[in-house]
Each structure stands twice: as C-alpha cells, then as structure tokens.
C-alpha cells in the first residue's frame, strides 16, 4: 500500500489551510441539541467537498477544532460562521490561525 518514495529534498506544497477553534458557550450542553443535526450536516459537508480535513469536538468538550482550506482566513472564517453552532450561539468564540498542514499532498505523496 506503500507509494513511489517520495524526493526528501522536494520542496513542500503547502495549501491555505486554517486552524480553526470554536469554543462553546457556557450553556452550549442545553443549546447545542436542537441544533445537532443541521451542525452535522454542515461539517459533513464541508469534510465531503475537502473544505475540511478534519473537525471534531476536545475531549473536554470546551470547543470544537477543525481544519480548512480556505482562500484565507476570512474565507476560512465565513465556511464557520455558516455553521449552526455559531449562527445559534452554541459557539461563542472563534479563532482562526493559519496552519502548515503535513498531508499526503503536501509532503509529496500524490
């Protein structure tokens, strides 16, 4: 399952992507239910058409990461605030920073 090696000293090719965290509302137990499934639907888009390389919730629960190519940050941020959650206040605050992704892609391997 192992593809060609690829060249150590190529150069990366790194894609815009965004480390995004979402932190939830004090409340977000009791605001976050009604909204649950339309919040799914959305990240199950955004990871279907590769807007989104990985999204999930900490384990403590304080806030949601997920990862995102975007055009920027802006972009980046506008993919998030289309979100349930940030439209209902489930997720109070957003911080968005840019990441250097390891990817197959970016390392070279497709």
Same mark, same amino acid.
């Given at each position: 399952m192992? &593809?060609?090696?690829? +060249?150590?000293? $190529? ?5 815009p ?20 499934? $339309? ?16 999204? &999930? ?9 997920l990862?995102?190519? $975007?055009?920027?940050? $802006? ?19 957003? +911080? ?15």
């Amino acid at each position: 399952m192992s &593809g060609p090696t690829p +060249d150590a000293g $190529a150069p990366l090719r790194f894609e815009p992507t965004y480390l995004v965290t979402a932190v939830f509302a004090a409340d977000a137990a009791v605001r976050r239910e009604p909204h649950r499934a $339309a919040h799914l639907a959305h990240v199950r888009a955004l990871l279907a058409d590769g807007a989104a390389l990985v999204a &999930g919730a900490r384990a403590d629960l304080t806030a949601s990461v997920l990862v995102l190519r $975007a055009a920027d940050a $802006a972009a980046a941020r506008a993919l998030v605030a289309q979100d349930p959650y940030w439209r209902h206040g489930v997720w109070t605050t957003l +911080d968005v920073v840019d990441f250097l992704a390891a990817t197959s892609h970016t390392l070279g391997r497709t």
